[in-house]
């Protein structure tokens, strides 16, 4: 059975349609949203904010910060 290769951007098009009907612009645009590759350099961010920090120190810094009061 051969199956015809539509071309990216046409398939990419018609998901957009599909998921703009189907979800609305809103919706469509935040799920699209998930795929993108971002930005900016993640180990020099990771650098400055944690440092030499334990995995173990950035989640007691994180629970510390989640109690009530602080």
Known sequence: MNVPIKPLAEVTWQAIEIL???????????????????????????????GQATLEQVIANIK????PGT
């Open 20 to 50: 703009s009907r189907e979800l609305g612009p809103a919706d469509t645009m935040r799920f699209i949203g998930q795929f993108t590759t971002g930005r900016g350099d993640y180990t020099a961010e990771r650098e400055t904010l944690f």
């Open 64 to 67: 510390a910060a989640a109690k």
